[in-house]
């Protein structure tokens, strides 16, 4: 190997340069001067970046001829080509850049030297050893390279696991018999026992307010009894049954008056005011057993059980397909919970709300576990390769989906290099995109300016690196699962493209919980509601029964297949079955006469206010018009309002006190 060759593979091994260091007024001249002429010299098509030289690891933008330590003159011009980056460099002897050599003729080898540096065995010249931060110390061994020809790809590794429905009913299986796998008669019992211990402590504590208030709904609650498993399966039956039929208003679903609106179903099959108590003291855990402050379920502990629940009950009768994801889905919910509430703008179906991280198999959108969003400050997020990385190494842990070739796909929130490198250690490749102040990534990949379609991609090990531009978008993407290049792929429509395999690798891979989501909202009636529990709980329960909806299309042998809607209206008929609610439900209306003689009490005898005059008091409770209260004039700590009144004395009165007022009234006088 000649001097010259020796001299071009050792530039070319050096790293790549940091950022130059700014020259001053004079620098800066001589270095436009120097671009211009290497201007002249460039190849048809290619526009100049910069120019620089780069020996002894710098780039200082030094004369043209300037020596180095070993007496060579060296300098470097880097332009773009389509697709790729490229730079060429010469390097010439001492005596090489006498006056017999001008110039132009040493600029003039800047391309037949490149041209030898890029053909070389190793291709020093294209390496890199660059950090998006600009630090020195890649987060892995190994250094950034161009890729040449055909790319190996990463390393392969098998997919071992078994996916698809496990301990399924038989294939000739009720919609009824899957529902009952995630609604289990343990998580039924669960709800009974908590619920009805919830309403025994709220009617304790609420006693006083239940005196005041005869005609309360909770006094039904009380003479009705407890809620029973069989009434909270049809509740449930219920539940779904509004998922198919959605209305703005969940009492219009018992309308009776209007006759366009009937729905005899309900009417029939459940008390609406027994509904709507049910709901009220609806509970999944012991508010006794609450965990303190600090705890790491203390701002989730009133739902715990049923995440723990149904996060065992999915994982264990589907393993997913070869593509799964991570991502956030929105629980909306716009009331008061400072510890869980987020805010997310580009979430169409819920910007505010709770925040549930989801883990989806991306083939069938089969949710198979999740995790709630604690907030920022989440002990479990604590990590030195920050809160995102612990997440996605918790969740795939919890899981156990390492070590099984699983292919998964991130978005820009999670995807680092770090934790692509960590994770496939772990015998799981994955693909995402990635932000450009990630630590680790290639400077050329983050400052690459691309013209459209056209792409700069980098490997360093398993590790891909890809910036492509599609239209206006310059996405960068990261992947330890694809190989560089570009293939033909077919859309929805029948359109046929060329994109570039990483991409091609992640839409495969990612997109399972938005598209989950958007099944799940297809039948899930979300209402308005003081407690974030119960919004949490019905989207839970909706996600549960399209889990089951997915395992019954994946095992059953019924021919033709049931609908989605089919599926959750046999659930609903077969859940329900026989019950039938212990109290009357429909009723035959009053007539208005009926209403306001009952409306009428009887008069209470009162001695007369006045002893010198003779006979009953004209006192008497008459109930007011409909619509209309007063304020009761007896004594009160708060205010109470009431719907009847004394007309003698022209005051309102609550029935338990007319005598004591009217007792006090008397002294009063005497």
């Known amino acids: 190997m000649s001097m010259q060759a020796e001299n071009n593979l050792a530039l070319a091994e050096l790293e790549d340069f940091p950022t130059p260091v700014r020259p001053g007024r ?11 002429i290497g201007k002249r010299y460039l190849p048809e098509g290619k526009v100049p970046s910069k120019a620089c030289t780069h020996f002894d690891n710098r780039c200082e933008g030094r004369q043209i001829g300037q020596e180095d330590v070993q007496g060579n003159f060296s300098i ?27 110039e132009d003729d040493l600029l003039m080898n800047v391309y037949t030297s490149e041209e030898e540096i890029t053909h070389s065995s190793d291709d020093a010249s294209d390496t890199e050893n660059e950090n998006g931060n600009g630090d020195d110390i890649d987060v892995e061994d190994g250094i950034w390279t161009s890729i040449m020809g055909e790319d190996a790809g990463p390393q392969d590794i098998p997919f071992i696991a078994v996916p698809g429905p496990h301990h399924a009913p038989p294939p000739e299986a009720d919609p009824v018999d899957y529902t009952n796998l995630f609604f289990t008669y343990g998580l039924i019992n669960l709800m009974v026992r908590q619920t009805n211990l919830y309403s025994d402590q709220w009617v304790r504590a609420n006693r006083q307010y239940l005196i005041h208030k005869p005609h309360s709904r909770v006094h039904q609650w009380i003479k009705g009894g407890h809620v029973s498993s069989q009434e909270m399966r049809a509740f449930l039956a219920v539940l779904f049954n509004m998922n198919l039929n959605p209305k703005h208003v969940k009492e219009s679903y018992w309308d009776s008056t209007n006759k366009s609106q009937e729905m005899p179903w309900f009417l029939q099959r459940f008390n609406r005011d027994r509904f709507s108590l049910i709901t009220k003291f609806l509970h999944f855990a012991n ?25 065992n009950r999915f994982k264990h009768y589907f393993p997913p397909y070869k593509n799964i994801a991570i991502d956030e889905s929105m629980v909306g919910f716009k009331g ?29 959108r089969y949710m198979y576990s999740f995790e709630i969003f604690k907030g920022a400050n989440d002990p479990d997020d604590r990590h030195e390769h920050g809160a995102t990385y612990a997440l996605v190494m918790r969740m795939m842990m919890a899981a156990n989906l390492l070590r099984m070739g699983y292919h998964l796909g991130l978005d820009n929130y999670f995807t680092s290099p ?7 250690q772990g015998h799981t490749p994955a693909t995402g995109t990635v932000r450009k102040n990630r630590k680790g990534l290639p400077k050329s990949i983050i400052n690459a300016k691309l013209e459209k379609k056209e792409v700069a991609e980098r490997r360093k090990g398993n590790l891909l690196c890809v910036a492509y531009k599609d239209n ?14 570009f293939m033909d792929t077919t859309n929805s429509k029948g359109k046929t493209r060329n994109l570039p395999k990483i991409i ?37 329960f909706g996600r549960a029964l399209l889990n089951a909806f997915i395992l019954y299309q994946k095992n059953t042998c019924d021919v033709p297949k049931k609908t989605r809607y089919q599926f959750y209206v046999s659930v609903v008929e077969d859940m329900i079955d026989d019950f039938r609610p212990p109290h009357k439900v429909i009723r035959k209306r009053r007539s208005h006469e009926e209403i306001r003689a009952a409306n009428q009490l009887e008069p209470i005898i ?15 409770l008459v109930k007011l018009d409909v619509g209309k209260r007063r304020d009761c004039a007896h004594n009160h700590t708060e205010r109470v309002r009431s719907s009847y009144e004394c007309p003698t004395c022209n005051v309102g009165l609550c029935p338990l006190c007319f005598a004591g007022y009217h007792a006090r009234r008397r002294r009063d006088q005497q």
């Open 76 to 102: 470097c011009f880097l332009w773009q080509e389509p697709g790729h980056f490229s730079f060429g460099v010469t390097m010439a002897s001492p005596s090489m850049s006498s006056s017999s050599q001008s």
């Open 336 to 364: 008061r919970l400072p510890h869980l509430r987020q805010f997310m703008p580009n979430k169409r179906h819920a910007r505010f709300g709770v925040k549930v991280w989801c883990l989806c198999d991306s083939s069938t």
């Open 504 to 540: 091609v690798e992640y839409n495969k891979a990612m997109g399972g919980v938005d598209l989950s989501d958007a099944r799940l909202y297809k039948y899930l009636t979300e209402r308005r509601t003081i407690k974030w529990t119960h919004k949490f709980a019905f989207s839970l």
């Open 418 to 424: 770090k934790l692509l490198f960590d994770i496939f």
């Open 26 to 36: 004079g620098r800066k001249r001589e270095r436009n001067q120097e671009k211009k």
């Open 472 to 485: 206006t978008r310059q996405p960068i993407l990261l992947s330890t699962y694809a190989k560089g290049g």
């Open 287 to 311: 508010n006794a057993d609450a965990a303190g402050e600090g705890h790491t379920l203390y701002k989730t502990y009133k739902v715990q059980p049923i995440v723990d629940h149904f996060n």
């Open 606 to 620: 009162e001695p007369p206010l006045n002893p010198a005059q003779p006979g009953p008091s004209p006192c008497k």
